[in-house]
């Protein structure tokens, strides 16, 4: 009985120790994140975004508990403060074929459309770029 509960409080000792070291590394990495400012930016307005995303896949049959065909639909539309102004546009859509258990062809066209902050100087402006793609 006393080597049991030994094993017990030593087992518990290595659950207290590895919480304390992840408890640790998070508050080491925070402070190093809060001291390198690797998320400040040069201006000091506020800015406030909104993301708003989908993503789905949609198969053609649901007869089958694993559906050979399908289609695959993404959009990301990113506005910057709060709603007002344009940042980005992604449209992904894309056929899927299911091959195996674990594996997926994916094949796609990528609609991404960048607009530059309001007031800010660039040579390029609205920056629309198409992309096909097999995954």
């Not at 590895?18 to 402070?31: I, K, M, N």
């Not at 709603?83 to 674990?102: C, I, S, T, W």
């Amino acid at each position: 009985m006393p080597r049991w509960r030994g094993a017990c409080l030593l087992r518990n000792w290595r659950r207290r120790r590895d919480w304390l070291y992840s408890v640790l590394a998070v508050c080491t990495f925070l402070a190093y994140a809060v001291a390198s400012r690797a998320q400040d930016y040069p201006n000091t307005g506020v800015q406030q975004s909104t993301w708003f995303a989908y993503v789905g896949d949609h198969a053609f049959s649901t007869s089958s508990p694993e559906p050979r065909w399908g289609l695959h639909l993404e959009g990301q539309l990113r506005r910057s403060d709060v709603v007002a102004n344009e940042q980005q546009l992604l449209l992904r859509p894309g056929m899927f074929q299911n091959v195996g258990k674990q594996q997926r062809l994916i094949g796609g066209y990528t609609y991404v459309r960048n607009t530059p902050p309001p007031g800010s100087v660039t040579i390029l402006g609205i920056e629309p770029r198409h992309t096909v793609s097999v995954r």
